[in-house]
Structure formats: structure tokens, C-alpha cells
């Protein structure tokens, strides 16, 4: 069975330039959330969506978008970038909206030049 | 409010012999603990969890953690450790609604021929 998939696996951007990441989750997931990883640091939560619908937001600024499709996939999609938005971004997709187990892709590397 | 310390960012040891990385959480309400390993480029992978029930809990690869309560610990524990097990570790503790987790800021174990 096909894990978490994420595309593109890595891009480089300029600042002021707008990115959009994708995510398939596991077969009958219907929750992916998404996570940034700062080199050094553990991931932080960025958004979870479940059946379309936004269910949590972390810290971040508006310049930080995203949602899901009807197949459960999903976009983040980042405006106005900045150097700190370089980073890994993880998508993790979960059978429901509190199951409690998430299962991460192996992430979409940006870099902010 | 959720939050996890991981007490060492590096871990040296030597192969074949027994290590503990250290975790200990904050969590206001039900306590869902999980490790995470992540190898170089790669995404996160689910090493144990607890949930409820025993505090003993075991996971792939040989790694077992343990719940305690009391000195709101999840320390992860291996007894003869291999070359491959050269990965950052994530420790991580769920919130209280939605599937939002909250990572520590990851140990490094490097294994030594």
C-alpha cells in the first residue's frame, strides 16, 4: 500500500515568491495535517484538515494557507516568502480527526533564496 | 497546555550497548505519548506509542519506552543498539483536540563502531 506522498520533493524559491506544496494521504485517511521542520528543530504543527474542513490551526501567519479536496488530498500554499519559510514540510495524514497516530511523508524540502 | 523536553540533543554510545533518551511532557488533560525516528532526508516514522493501558510499551526494532505518570516521563530505552540505529528522535505528546502533536526538539544518537 502507498504511504503519504508529497510532491515536489524539494524547490528552491526567491523571496516574495508564492509556493504550493501537495499531499495524498494513506487510502481511507480522511485527516492530513501539516508540519514545518526547521533544520535542528522538530516539526511544528501548521494546520489539520478533516473532510475538507479546517480543524486546528498552529502559529502561523496568514501567509500560510491550505486545504483539502474531496479525495482527501491537500495544498499548503505559502505567499509572500521569507528566508525563515526554508524549511522541511511535512504532511501527515490520520484515519480520522482524533485518532491519535499520524503517519508522515518523507516531506518537501524548500529553500528560500 | 502540551509540551515535550527531550533533556540531551546528542547521544553518542557505542554498538551493542544499551541506551536511554529522555523525554518529559506537560500535557493538561489525557496523555498520548509517541516516538518518532527520522533518518538523514527522510520523513518521520512511528517508533511506539502509548495510549493508555500498560506503561510498558514496545515498538519496532527493539525500542521500548516507558510511562511514568508521576515524573511525567517517556523515556526510550534500547538495550544493545546497532549502527543503523543512527537517527534523530523524536519525542512528541498529542493535544487535547484534533490530531495537533506537539515535538520535542529531537536527540541525535550517533552509534560508534
Known amino acids: 500500500d502507498a504511504g503519504v506522498t508529497q510532491s515536489p520533493t524539494h524547490l528552491i524559491k526567491t523571496r516574495g515568491q508564492h509556493v504550493t506544496l501537495r499531499c495524498s494521504p494513506i487510502s481511507g485517511h480522511k485527516s492530513v495535517s501539516w508540519y514545518q521542520q526547521v533544520l535542528g528543530q522538530g516539526p511544528q504543527f501548521i494546520f489539520q484538515?478533516?473532510?475538507?474542513?479546517?480543524?486546528g490551526r498552529g502559529n502561523f501567519p496568514d501567509r500560510f494557507s491550505a486545504r483539502q479536496f474531496p479525495n482527501y488530498s491537500s495544498e499548503l500554499n505559502v505567499n509572500a516568502l521569507l528566508l525563515g519559510d526554508s524549511a522541511l514540510y511535512l504532511c501527515?495524514?490520520?484515519?480520522?480527526?482524533?485518532?491519535?497516530?499520524?503517519?508522515f511523508g518523507e516531506g518537501s524540502r524548500l529553500t528560500v533564496l | 497546555a502540551q509540551s515535550v523536553t527531550q533533556l540531551d540533543s546528542q547521544v553518542p554510545v557505542f554498538e551493542e550497548a544499551p541506551v536511554e533518551l529522555r523525554c518529559n511532557y506537560s500535557s493538561s488533560v489525557s496523555v498520548y505519548l509517541f516516538w518518532y525516528v527520522q533518518y538523514p532526508n527522510q520523513g518521520l516514522q512511528l517508533l511506539l506509542k502509548y495510549l493508555s493501558g500498560s506503561t510498558l510499551v514496545k515498538g519496532i526494532n527493539g525500542f521500548e519506552a516507558e510511562f511514568n505518570k508521576s515524573q511525567t516521563s517517556f523515556h526510550l530505552r534500547k538495550p544493545s543498539v546497532h549502527i543503523s540505529d543512527t537517527a534523530e528522535y523524536f519525542c512528541a505528546v498529542k493535544g487535547d483536540t484534533g490530531n495537533q502533536f506537539y515535538f520535542g526538539t529531537g536527540t541525535s544518537l550517533t552509534v560508534i563502531p
Open positions: 484538515y478533516y473532510e475538507k474542513e479546517e480543524r
Open positions: 501527515a495524514s490520520s484515519l480520522d480527526a482524533n485518532t491519535g497516530e499520524l503517519f
